[in-house]
């Protein structure tokens, strides 16, 4: 990281590693625990590969020297540190990151900044040759989170106790700057934060101006900036501040190297005193004013330009170096890939115009858990990110094949970039959209539909449009901007080569989804022989026929195959490596087909999974069930015997997400868990409301016990309990819209 910027060296590439150790009461939440980072060394090969040049990386208080310094650990640090200086990615190290410290200090303990000076003087003297470092990771935020909205620890929730906790966090960031810079005088301060924004109707100018002063607190106090003229000096001192504490930043100034701006969805606010057009999540009493607070993208009908004009709020107000240190959406894969390329864009915008950006840094390289509830509990929830961590080994995603891409400076061109990210698009309201002249709007629409009118773009090609399975895709392709065409069989017969060859050269595709294929039906007309036949063509022939093709033209292939490829005997659920074992005509032919693919096609993708059901089709066993028994009809189910499930929405979705990342190979995919087809009954009954007397449990004498899958690559799809949840509000929702006597019976038209 040089002093000067050259504006024609080239943007840099950073990664970051989700390092947070909140303090929720007496209980620690670590990240690292989680992604399993703190057990694996050869992540910083993995890092290493993506091609950045540097690594915001933790040497964290509380895992390095919980007790006391004189009893550090330095092992951890010392195996991972000089490896990532041998591989040339220099570590801009953490020491807390939205932590309290160990247990035996806090945000607002008196003693909390000299502790941490005092570590991270021995983090200087042990690695002498570290030259960037970020004390303190976010302290408004962090202060924000523990002393206001009283989410950490020491769950404060008010204006007293923020204020305390911020002023510890900056004079640690100053102290703890003064001790590395004894052991290294030209170590380099890079002080992250959220680069917010806040907007609102005219009736909340008040509080806006407030919030949009308050966003540079940590900033303006490092840089000296904070005196009697300062827009909060009132602020702080009726909170708790001491004129003397205040101007002691004054007089001990510790500008930042390099100001660090993390964004995220999340980051640009809509304050509307209107609440009554808001979700009761969204309404908020702040200073006794009651109002809504709802993040731009959801409310605002246009949306604003996003990070590029903050960017340039940031150096205009600082006129010191900027880089991005966080870029992260939750979303799914396409919609990641094209929040980065617009933040980085930005970035390059903001340099052409003048700013002295250094860098973009892509987080978190492992993903990240539970942040869609702030942390405060072990839910389970996963945001991949350039590496995916749910399986035996960090799997690498789209996002970490465009980091390479935009390291050696060359065009990301992934197909699903064609389309524009959810956050321009129509759907995107949690309330009645509010339309304002006040701020910019973004051109990112009208953009998008010029670029669209000057090229060709390139759709999934969906085989099956009669299927359940193929009317998701559908759906969900267009809800997540996906173009895609769907065929029927008089459009496409995936058993023609001739008629697969014509839709390829008409769509030119960059994917193909075989939606098609079912297991042997004998109608009145139809011998045994003639349906097997028939079987065979839909499952196995046409499956082959449409992998030589996507062979032939370099396009991704993804397969469906079934439970059924297994005989159900194996006493626990089946792995993707165990042998296949059909016990059926149809499981035959899915064997047969992943075989004959695989030979033809290595890098297809076949999915094994079982059990469908969703919303909008009234076909399955659990929709069925549901409407007997809502007719006051005795249903009869097995009770015993548990089956794999899967959540078609989940399924489509990850399925989806493994095709833009390039996957190949077989892999299972169902929901977590399993249930009898009772129980699964029972308990979507009871979340809406049916009646369920006439449930009986009846295990059919005679019939095999189903296979279940397992899986040995990662289970990527939610829990059970959580999907049926999803889908009976869903089917709830759908009631709801229904007219008064109208029955819902016909499958989802797309």
Request: charged share 20%; net charge negative.
């Given at each position: 990281?040089?002093?000067?910027?050259?504006?024609?060296d080239?943007?840099?590439?950073?990664?970051?590693l989700?390092?947070?150790?909140?303090?929720?009461?007496?209980?620690?939440?670590?990240?690292?625990?989680?992604?399993?980072?703190?057990?694996?060394?050869?992540?910083?090969?993995?890092f290493?590969?993506?091609?950045?040049?540097?690594?915001?990386y933790?040497?964290?208080?509380?895992c390095?020297?919980?007790?006391?310094?004189?009893?550090?650990d330095w092992?951890?640090?010392?195996?991972?540190?000089?490896r990532?200086?041998e591989?040339?990615?220099?570590?801009?190290?953490?020491l807390i990151?939205?932590?309290?410290?160990?247990?035996?200090?806090?945000?607002?303990?008196?003693d909390f900044?000299?502790?941490?000076?005092?570590?991270?003087?021995?983090?200087?003297?042990?690695?002498?040759?570290?030259?960037?470092?970020?004390?303190?990771?976010?302290?408004l935020?962090?202060?924000?989170?523990?002393?206001?909205?009283?989410?950490?620890?020491?769950?404060?929730?008010?204006?007293?106790?923020?204020?305390?906790?911020?002023?510890?966090?900056?004079?640690?960031?100053?102290?703890?700057?003064?001790?590395?810079?004894?052991?290294?005088?030209?170590?380099?301060?890079?002080?992250?934060?959220?680069?917010?924004?806040?907007?609102?109707?005219?009736?909340?100018?008040?509080?806006?101006?407030?919030?949009?002063?308050?966003?540079?607190?940590?900033?303006?106090?490092?840089?000296?900036?904070?005196?009697?003229?300062?827009?909060?000096?009132?602020?702080?001192?009726?909170?708790?501040?001491?004129?003397?504490?205040l101007?002691?930043?004054?007089?001990?100034p510790?500008?930042?190297?390099?100001?660090?701006?993390?964004?995220?969805i999340?980051?640009?606010?809509?304050?509307?005193?209107?609440?009554?057009?808001?979700?009761?999540s969204?309404?908020?009493?702040?200073?006794?004013?009651?109002?809504?607070?709802?993040?731009?993208a959801?409310?605002?009908?246009?949306?604003?330009?996003?990070?590029?004009?903050l960017?340039?709020?940031?150096?205009?107000?600082?006129?010191?170096?900027?880089?991005?240190?966080?870029?992260?959406?939750?979303?799914?894969r396409?919609?990641?890939?094209?929040?980065?390329l617009?933040?980085?864009?930005?970035?390059?915008a903001?340099?052409?115009?003048?700013?002295?950006?250094?860098?973009?840094?892509?987080?978190?390289?492992?993903?990240?858990y539970?942040?869609?509830?702030?942390v405060t509990?072990?839910?389970?929830?996963?945001?991949?990110?350039?590496?995916?961590?749910?399986?035996?080994a960090?799997r690498?995603?789209?996002?970490?094949?465009?980091?390479?891409?935009?390291?050696?400076?060359a065009?990301?061109?992934?197909?699903?970039?064609?389309?524009?990210?959810?956050?321009?698009r129509?759907?995107?309201?949690?309330?009645p959209?509010?339309?304002?002249?006040?701020?910019a709007?973004?051109?990112?629409?009208?953009?998008?539909?010029k670029?669209?009118a000057?090229?060709?773009?390139?759709p999934?090609?969906?085989?099956?449009?009669?299927?359940?399975?193929?009317?998701?895709?559908a759906?969900?392709?267009?809800?997540?901007?996906?173009?895609?065409?769907?065929?029927?069989?008089?459009e496409?017969?995936?058993?023609?080569?001739?008629?697969?060859?014509?839709?390829?050269?008409?769509?030119?595709?960059?994917?193909?989804v075989n939606?098609?294929?079912?297991?042997?039906?004998?109608?009145?007309?139809?011998?045994?022989?003639?349906?097997?036949?028939?079987?065979?063509?839909?499952?196995?022939?046409?499956?082959?026929?449409?992998a030589?093709a996507?062979?032939?033209?370099?396009?991704?292939?993804?397969m469906?195959?079934?439970?059924?490829?297994?005989?159900?005997?194996?006493?626990?659920?089946?792995?993707?490596?165990?042998?296949?074992?059909?016990?059926?005509a149809f499981?035959?032919?899915?064997?047969q087909?992943?075989?004959?693919?695989?030979?033809?096609?290595?890098?297809?993708?076949?999915v094994?999974?079982?059990?469908?059901?969703?919303?909008?089709?009234?076909?399955?066993?659990?929709?069925?069930?549901?409407?007997e028994?809502g007719?006051?009809?005795?249903?009869?189910?097995?009770?015993?015997?548990p089956?794999?499930?899967?959540?078609?929405?989940?399924?489509?979705?990850?399925?989806?997400?493994?095709?833009?990342?390039?996957?190949?190979?077989?892999?299972?995919?169902?929901n977590?868990?399993?249930?009898?087809?009772g129980?699964?009954?029972?308990?979507?009954?009871?979340?809406?409301?049916?009646?369920?007397?006439?449930?009986?449990?009846?295990?059919?004498?005679?019939?095999p016990?189903?296979a279940?899958?397992?899986?040995?690559?990662?289970?990527?799809?939610?829990?059970?309990?959580?999907?049926?949840?999803?889908?009976a509000?869903?089917?709830?929702?759908q009631?709801?819209a229904?007219?008064?006597?109208?029955?819902?019976?016909?499958?989802?038209?797309?």
């Amino acid at each position: 990281m040089t002093e000067q910027n050259n504006m024609a060296d080239p943007l840099q590439l950073w990664g970051g590693l989700e390092c947070t150790i909140n303090r929720v009461t007496d209980t620690y939440f670590s990240q690292m625990e989680r992604n399993g980072h703190r057990e694996r060394l050869e992540d910083i090969d993995r890092f290493a590969s993506l091609g950045i040049s540097a690594i915001r990386y933790p040497v964290l208080w509380e895992c390095t020297a919980p007790e006391s310094i004189e009893d550090a650990d330095w092992s951890w640090s010392d195996a991972r540190l000089p490896r990532l200086r041998e591989l040339g990615v220099e570590p801009i190290v953490g020491l807390i990151h939205h932590g309290s410290g160990p247990q035996h200090t806090s945000l607002v303990d008196p003693d909390f900044a000299d502790k941490l000076a005092a570590y991270a003087g021995a983090v200087a003297a042990r690695y002498p040759w570290l030259t960037c470092y970020t004390p303190v990771n976010e302290p408004l935020t962090t202060a924000r989170f523990s002393g206001l909205a009283g989410v950490w620890y020491p769950h404060g929730s008010d204006e007293a106790t923020f204020v305390r906790a911020l002023l510890n966090q900056c004079r640690a960031v100053v102290l703890s700057m003064q001790a590395i810079r004894a052991v290294n005088p030209q170590a380099k301060l890079v002080q992250t934060d959220d680069l917010s924004r806040t907007y609102g109707t005219p009736e909340m100018g008040e509080i806006v101006e407030f919030f949009n002063e308050r966003r540079w607190l940590s900033w303006d106090l490092l840089c000296g900036m904070v005196d009697p003229s300062h827009a909060l000096w009132n602020y702080l001192l009726e909170s708790g501040a001491t004129a003397e504490e205040l101007l002691w930043f004054r007089d001990h100034p510790c500008p930042p190297d390099v100001i660090g701006v993390n964004y995220y969805i999340t980051s640009e606010r809509w304050l509307d005193h209107r609440v009554e057009r808001y979700p009761a999540s969204h309404v908020h009493t702040y200073r006794g004013i009651r109002h809504a607070d709802m993040e731009t993208a959801r409310v605002l009908a246009n949306p604003t330009p996003g990070i590029g004009p903050l960017l340039m709020e940031v150096w205009e107000r600082y006129r010191r170096p900027v880089a991005i240190t966080e870029a992260h959406i939750d979303a799914n894969r396409e919609d990641q890939l094209r929040w980065l390329l617009e933040v980085w864009k930005a970035a390059h915008a903001a340099r052409e115009a003048g700013a002295d950006m250094r860098a973009v840094t892509v987080w978190a390289l492992l993903g990240s858990y539970d942040w869609n509830c702030l942390v405060t509990a072990c839910k389970g929830y996963y945001e991949p990110g350039p590496f995916d961590v749910r399986g035996p080994a960090p799997r690498p995603t789209a996002v970490a094949t465009m980091m390479r891409s935009l390291a050696t400076g060359a065009p990301p061109r992934h197909p699903v970039l064609q389309g524009v990210g959810w956050w321009h698009r129509p759907g995107r309201f949690l309330c009645p959209p509010v339309a304002t002249s006040s701020i910019a709007a973004s051109l990112a629409e009208r953009q998008q539909a010029k670029d669209d009118a000057q090229r060709h773009v390139q759709p999934i090609l969906i085989a099956g449009a009669s299927g359940a399975l193929g009317a998701v895709f559908a759906q969900l392709c267009a809800a997540r901007n996906i173009p895609f065409r769907i065929t029927s069989r008089a459009e496409m017969d995936v058993t023609d080569p001739a008629a697969v060859e014509s839709a390829i050269r008409r769509y030119h595709p960059w994917a193909i989804v075989n939606a098609a294929g079912s297991p042997p039906r004998v109608g009145e007309d139809d011998a045994a022989d003639d349906a097997l036949a028939r079987c065979y063509r839909e499952n196995c022939l046409g499956a082959t026929v449409l992998a030589l093709a996507a062979l032939k033209h370099d396009i991704q292939y993804l397969m469906f195959s079934s439970a059924e490829v297994f005989d159900g005997q194996l006493e626990r659920a089946y792995r993707e490596s165990d042998p296949v074992s059909p016990r059926s005509a149809f499981g035959r032919h899915k064997a047969q087909a992943e075989q004959r693919v695989l030979l033809a096609h290595p890098g297809a993708l076949i999915v094994r999974s079982s059990g469908f059901f969703s919303p909008w089709d009234e076909g399955h066993l659990l929709a069925r069930s549901l409407r007997e028994l809502g007719e006051g009809r005795i249903v009869a189910l097995d009770g015993e015997r548990p089956l794999s499930l899967t959540y078609l929405p989940d399924l489509v979705n990850t399925c989806l997400d493994l095709a833009i990342d390039g996957e190949r190979g077989i892999w299972h995919l169902t929901n977590q868990g399993s249930l009898d087809a009772g129980s699964m009954v029972r308990m979507t009954a009871g979340l809406l409301d049916v009646d369920t007397a006439g449930l009986r449990d009846e295990t059919p004498p005679g019939n095999p016990a189903p296979a279940l899958l397992g899986t040995e690559r990662g289970a990527l799809l939610p829990t059970l309990d959580d999907a049926l949840q999803r889908y009976a509000r869903t089917v709830a929702v759908q009631r709801q819209a229904l007219p008064a006597g109208v029955e819902r019976r016909s499958r989802l038209r797309v």
